[in-house]
């Protein structure tokens, strides 16, 4: 790849990682409003956290119909729509008074967080070499999370001076001006400015569905994708704040700290593990399996620490399920090198759900677990988060055992020397 060619890929990435950054913007900016989004629509707690599970609802759902979306119309014509939904959301959310019009203003702006990741993997294999793709994907999945870092701060400050209308129209006036440089820069492929697949009727969607989930390497991805980010993504939507000042003691200031740690433990490993990924392909499940044992060890030291555990014991934690994200963008790696071309979306969009769910059930399942171990009338106490995060190991032993029943029946299929040539081979 000569060098020209190699900048403007990195520009075309650029822009679309721009895309991602802004939906995890979005999809971040009500972490920050929560006290104010109460006072606004005179809402209880629970139904606070009923705005991060229909987040995560309908991220999950709209996977497989996002992935089928830019097999057949490509990642440029789907993150038109994914700028024009969100603006739309977040213009409705800045205008939103009460509780339902504010869930469903949250909801469209999920719709259009959901369609920006794939698109964005999906001009990564289009525009890169086949050895830079793991270390591109990663770079993507890691700077994207810069989005959350980046709203934190400004939202804070733009919520206390400007006021919940105006803060969240300037959030949404960055849409248009991206949509400017996408429609400018982005193209769907170096030959093509719009990539169309084949129109696929219902029973054709079906069947391309049904032979994507059959190829063990994507349900190996799945259950990877599943195993690895629903830790970190539950501490930082929802339950890290409380669990780390009511049930491990810290201060606001100690506890927002721990998780900026989560996100910048992220963005720090990430591009190792795309390296790591690239250069070691056969031994993909091996990292995710290492990764898995570690957060749960992590967190069984945390949990069984007689009272509250020590600020290095935490500081510990929040690095090592920090690295969780960076883990799961293996899963897409498998579901790459497991699907032809004109699957590749939507096997993606299959992989991405795993993780998706996972953070759902165990945001809801936290909740319900911290109801039933709390007094009636007093506040959730340690004893009950301790309940609460336990049920983790749950979720880990079924991925766990999921992940090793699929890598062994992807290493009957794939041999060593076959997976070694589909990511190393040159563009
Ligand atoms: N797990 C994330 C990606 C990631 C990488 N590093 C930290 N997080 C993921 O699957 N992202 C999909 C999305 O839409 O954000």
Redesign the pocket.
Known sequence: MDESRLRTSVLVWGVGLLVYLLA?FHRSSLAVAGLVASDRFDISASQLATFTMLQLLVYAGMQVPVGLLVDRWGSRSVLVGALLVMTAGQVAFALATTYPFGLAARALVGVGDALT?ICVLRLVSSWFPRRRIPLFSQLT??L??LGAVISAVPMTWALRDLGWTTAYLVAAALGPVLLVALLLVLRDTPTRKNLRGEPMPLAAVRRSLTASWAEPGTRLGFWM?FST?FSSNVLGLLWGYPFFVRGEGLSPAEASGLLTVVVVS?MTI?PAFGWLVGAHPWHRSTMVLTIVAAMAAAWAVVLAWPGEAPFGVLLALAVVVGIG??A??VGFDLGRTSNPPERLASATGLI?QG?FIASLVLVVVVGLVLDWRTPAGSDYTADAFRWAMCTQFLLWALGGSQVWRFRRLARRTTTRAQVNATLRAGM
Do not use: C, D, K
Request: charged share 0%; net charge neutral; aromatic share 6%.
């Open positions: 995890v990741f999945g890691t994207g999370q994708h980010p992220a990430g994200g960076p799961s963008m991405n993780g």
